[in-house]
């Protein structure tokens, strides 16, 4: 593993802030913020003074007029999420607003494995039929050209509420909200859908037309849900992210809403529920039914009544021990494939009887294990080839793909993660060995080492209870808001004892006699010895036990120093 210690703040910088712990002002540094504004914005987020105004999006105004116009004519609105935790949240939201004041709303997921990501013609055949007025999209639509056009000849107007980047052409929708499009002035791009779909709310309950009784306390009861979909999304917990992340895990350990209870309960999550808690345990529950059946079953827990969340949240967590079960058997047939080590710099997989749902999960597996990009592939139920990848931060998959976009029917995503379709299931061994040959000429060899980046290096004595303190104030962590590695440097080892029932991890205790964990190190640590001098990665958290609490480091990486 390669270690990279982020660069060095000067003593210049120290002297604008001397009020600041230096390793504090380090950690500020690292995640951009170099003015008092913004550290202050950062370490104390306020929700009454740090969220954007709604209506600086140029077509909000135009957006909300036509919902209450919509409301008061007794028009049939529907709202179009999308299948994973991000759209279905956003989805609940929205309807539970749309619901309370006054409109007649009804929602539509599509089928990930039938109908695909957005929009689609045969679904907007259906809301004709249905005598559908309105079309609100969350997590979707930016890119659907052809499907709004068909809902235009179908007399049925669009808002389109998304967050993805801006395509070459634009839908001809009645409103577009979209932080990326180039016309926007909003000065935050990275909300999550359901960051946007929230501003949608905002503004619905700020405008004269709102009659709703008690507006705030209902806007911030949301919060819950937009955290939950912010983290799922793995959006930058900066800026205004940051504010209703913070406040909505606030909002999320003491929900009312009783489907999200008893998935906490079903998970096993007893103790507080924080970011890391959303991204492996509650987000991938709620996933689940759209990668293995459909996204309804999770919409409808997160709108039910008690009796029937009980029944759908056992019934969602027995689907995902089935999804977990069916990951490791497919991964392990996958390794087996792979042999000792692969040759290639990206690994393309087909696996046939794989479900499109579970290709992005099997690709985060092998990007995580191998660290390389990696593509895997299946053919659905239509017969077509289906393919989702992940991607290392020094390679872009989105671009490096965009280049052979003749060979897709659609075709999507970003940087690190990126699906397509191809057009031609016969071209799969020719598109194989072009994508191959591309990432060869891109990636370095060195780029193929996973990379651990390291904040700061500290002294043992400033490793105490006031810089954990001071930590805190950092959370949420996620992305661009990574929980911090620190380095101690030439460091005596006073002592090795293995601990654990089955005798994996080891406890180190270091020359001041402080201990730290090495979980998972039996194999890390067969060469190191009492009296060697080390320099060790380690984060900084608390261990509770008998009712006690005390530091605790533990280890992410460790050499012997030379």
Same mark, same amino acid.
């Given at each position: 593993?390669?270690?990279?210690?982020?660069?060095?703040?000067?003593?210049?910088?120290?002297?604008?802030?001397?009020?600041?712990?230096?390793?504090?002002?380090?950690?500020?540094?690292?995640?951009?913020?170099?003015?008092?504004?913004?550290?202050?914005?950062?370490?104390?987020?306020?929700?009454?003074?740090?969220?954007?105004?709604?209506?600086?999006?140029?077509?909000?105004?135009?957006?909300?007029?036509?919902?209450?116009?919509?409301?008061?004519?007794?028009?049939?609105?529907?709202?179009?999420?999308?299948?994973?935790?991000?759209?279905?949240?956003?989805?609940?939201?929205?309807?539970?607003?749309?619901?309370?004041?006054?409109?007649?709303?009804?929602?539509?997921?599509?089928?990930?494995?039938?109908?695909?990501?957005?929009?689609?013609?045969?679904?907007?055949?259906?809301?004709?039929?249905?005598?559908?007025?309105?079309?609100?999209?969350?997590?979707?639509?930016?890119?659907?050209?052809?499907?709004?056009?068909?809902?235009?000849?179908?007399?049925?107007?669009?808002?389109?509420?998304?967050?993805?980047?801006?395509?070459?052409?634009?839908?001809?929708?009645?409103?577009?909200?979209?932080?990326?499009?180039?016309?926007?002035?909003?000065?935050?791009?990275?909300?999550?859908?359901?960051?946007?779909?929230?501003?949608?709310?905002?503004?619905?309950?700020?405008?004269?037309?709102?009659?709703?009784?008690?507006?705030?306390?209902?806007?911030?009861?949301?919060?819950?849900?937009?955290?939950?979909?912010?983290?799922?999304?793995?959006?930058?917990? /900066?800026?205004? !992210?940051?504010? $209703?992340?913070? #406040?909505?895990?606030?909002? =999320?350990?003491? *929900? @009312? &809403?009783?489907?999200? %209870?008893?998935?906490?309960?079903?998970?096993?999550?007893?103790?507080?529920?924080?970011?890391?808690?959303?991204?492996?345990?509650?987000?991938?529950?709620?996933?689940?039914?759209?990668?293995?059946?459909?996204?309804?079953?999770?919409?409808?827990?997160?709108?039910?009544?008690?009796?029937?969340?009980?029944?759908?949240?056992?019934?969602?967590?027995?689907?995902?021990?089935?999804?977990?079960?069916?990951?490791?058997?497919?991964?392990?047939?996958?390794?087996?494939?792979?042999?000792?080590?692969?040759?290639?710099?990206?690994?393309?997989?087909?696996?046939?009887?794989?479900?499109?749902?579970?290709?992005? /999960?099997?690709? !985060?597996?092998? $990007?995580?294990? #191998?660290?390389?990009?990696? =593509?895997?592939? *299946? @053919? &659905?139920?239509?017969? %077509?080839?289906?393919?989702?990848?992940?991607?290392?931060?020094?390679?872009?998959?989105?671009?490096?793909?965009?280049?052979?976009?003749?060979?897709?029917?659609?075709?999507?995503?970003?940087?690190?993660?990126?699906?397509?379709?191809?057009?031609?299931?016969?071209?799969?061994?020719?598109?194989?060995?072009?994508?191959?040959?591309?990432?060869?000429?891109?990636?370095?060899?060195?780029?193929?080492?996973?990379?651990?980046?390291?904040?700061?290096?500290?002294?043992?004595?400033?490793?105490?209870?006031?810089?954990?303190?001071?930590?805190?104030?950092?959370?949420?962590?996620?992305?661009?808001?990574?929980?911090?590695?620190?380095?101690?440097?030439?460091?005596?080892?006073?002592?090795?004892?293995?601990?654990?029932?089955?005798?994996?991890?080891?406890?180190?205790?270091?020359?001041?006699?402080?201990?730290?964990?090495?979980?998972?190190?039996?194999?890390?640590?067969?060469?190191?010895?009492?009296?060697?001098?080390?320099?060790?990665?380690?984060?900084?958290?608390?261990?509770?036990?008998?009712?006690?609490?005390?530091?605790?480091?533990?280890?992410?990486?460790?050499?012997?120093?030379?």
């Amino acid at each position: 593993m390669r270690w990279q210690i982020l660069t060095k703040i000067t003593e210049d910088f120290k002297s604008k802030f001397p009020e600041i712990n230096p390793i504090i002002l380090q950690l500020l540094a690292n995640r951009g913020l170099k003015t008092q504004e913004e550290i202050d914005e950062f370490l104390m987020p306020d929700y009454s003074q740090d969220l954007n105004d709604p209506f600086i999006f140029q077509e909000m105004e135009k957006a909300v007029g036509r919902i209450y116009k919509a409301i008061r004519e007794k028009e049939k609105i529907l709202i179009y999420g999308d299948y994973d935790t991000d759209g279905v949240v956003s989805t609940v939201i929205l309807y539970q607003t749309f619901k309370k004041i006054g409109a007649e709303v009804e929602t539509y997921l599509p089928d990930r494995e039938k109908e695909g990501y957005g929009l689609n013609k045969e679904a907007i055949g259906s809301f004709k039929e249905k005598g559908i007025n309105l079309i609100i999209t969350c997590d979707c639509g930016i890119s659907n050209v052809e499907e709004i056009e068909e809902a235009k000849k179908a007399g049925i107007e669009t808002i389109i509420t998304d967050h993805h980047r801006e395509p070459k052409i634009l839908p001809d929708a009645f409103v577009i909200i979209d932080p990326w499009l180039k016309r926007e002035k909003y000065p935050f791009k990275e909300l999550a859908g359901v960051g946007v779909a929230f501003k949608l709310i905002q503004s619905l309950l700020q405008h004269p037309n709102s009659q709703l009784d008690e507006k705030e306390a209902f806007e911030k009861w949301l919060l819950d849900l937009v955290a939950l979909g912010t983290i799922a999304d793995s959006m930058p917990l /900066l800026k205004e !992210n940051r504010v $209703l992340c913070k #406040y909505g895990l606030i909002v =999320l350990n003491k *929900t @009312k &809403n009783p489907g999200l %209870k008893f998935l906490i309960e079903k998970a096993g999550l007893r103790s507080e529920i924080d970011a890391e808690k959303i991204s492996y345990q509650l987000s991938p529950r709620l996933n689940v039914s759209g990668r293995m059946d459909h996204a309804n079953q999770s919409l409808k827990l997160l709108l039910a009544e008690k009796q029937e969340a009980l029944k759908l949240a056992s019934e969602i967590n027995n689907l995902n021990v089935k999804r977990q079960k069916l990951i490791e058997e497919i991964f392990n047939e996958i390794k087996s494939e792979i042999g000792e080590g692969p040759k290639e710099k990206i690994l393309v997989i087909f696996k046939e009887k794989a479900l499109v749902g579970l290709l992005g /999960l099997l690709a !985060n597996k092998l $990007l995580d294990v #191998y660290h390389r990009p990696a =593509l895997v592939l *299946t @053919k &659905n139920s239509n017969g %077509k080839i289906k393919a989702s990848g992940r991607s290392i931060e020094e390679f872009d998959l989105f671009s490096s793909l965009s280049s052979l976009v003749d060979y897709f029917e659609d075709f999507g995503g970003h940087a690190q993660a990126a699906g397509f379709t191809l057009k031609n299931p016969d071209d799969f061994e020719k598109f194989k060995k072009e994508i191959e040959k591309i990432v060869s000429q891109k990636i370095k060899d060195e780029d193929l080492i996973p990379q651990l980046e390291i904040e700061t290096e500290v002294d043992l004595p400033a490793v105490n209870w006031d810089l954990y303190e001071e930590l805190l104030k950092f959370e949420p962590f996620g992305k661009d808001n990574p929980k911090p590695y620190f380095l101690l440097s030439n460091i005596y080892l006073r002592n090795i004892e293995i601990v654990g029932q089955n005798q994996n991890h080891r406890r180190l205790t270091l020359e001041d006699g402080r201990k730290m964990i090495y979980f998972n190190s039996e194999k890390k640590v067969e060469d190191l010895k009492i009296g060697d001098q080390i320099n060790v990665v380690f984060e900084l958290g608390v261990n509770e036990w008998n009712g006690e609490r005390s530091l605790e480091m533990k280890v992410v990486d460790l050499r012997k120093h030379l």
